[in-house]
């Protein structure tokens, strides 16, 4: 039986984000917590129904005690979301803070954070070499701070 056809408040928060994959970026959303979901249900008048449905191995305990959590920390997690997905925020960087590019044909190399550019999506830095700097314009989430 699903747990919401029974009356059973659940929340399954995914991410969305970006990933550098076969020279391009692509937008994936996973969960946000793999493995786990959220319900809300009491702990003696709907534990059965909670603990024998399809796909549930077991209820998160200590010492075989349920602890409820937090209902701030739901709200929060909730005031993430939009249609069950919270987006991951774009990287930010301060100017001259050291970078490394992560990905793409210049990944290893270091280089100092310049300047967003239009769109916010692409960042200038400054590409450091053996005896030369060049300028580039990459995207922000192939660089993460040094």
């Known amino acids: 039986m699903n747990l919401e056809q ?4 659940v929340l399954a928060p995914k991410l969305r984000f970006r990933r550098w994959k076969e ?3 692509i937008d994936i959303i996973e969960p946000m917590f793999p493995g786990y979901i959220f319900v809300k249900f009491h702990p003696v008048d709907e534990f059965h129904l909670v603990k024998y449905t399809r796909g549930v191995k077991t209820i998160v305990n200590f010492n075989g005690r349920i602890i409820p959590l937090q209902k701030g920390l739901i709200e929060f997690i909730r005031g993430r979301l939009v249609e069950g997905v919270a987006t991951v925020e774009r990287k930010t960087f301060k100017k001259g803070e050291k970078i490394i590019i992560q990905e793409g044909p210049f990944k290893g190399f270091g280089g100092i954070f310049e300047r967003e550019l239009d769109g916010k999506e692409r960042i200038a830095i400054l590409l450091e070499g053996v ?3 060049a300028r580039m314009e990459i995207h922000r989430e ?3 701070k040094a």
């Open 6 to 9: 029974g009356g059973i408040e």
């Open 23 to 25: 020279g391009k970026f």
């Open 131 to 133: 005896d030369y700097c």
């Open 142 to 144: 192939l660089v993460t």
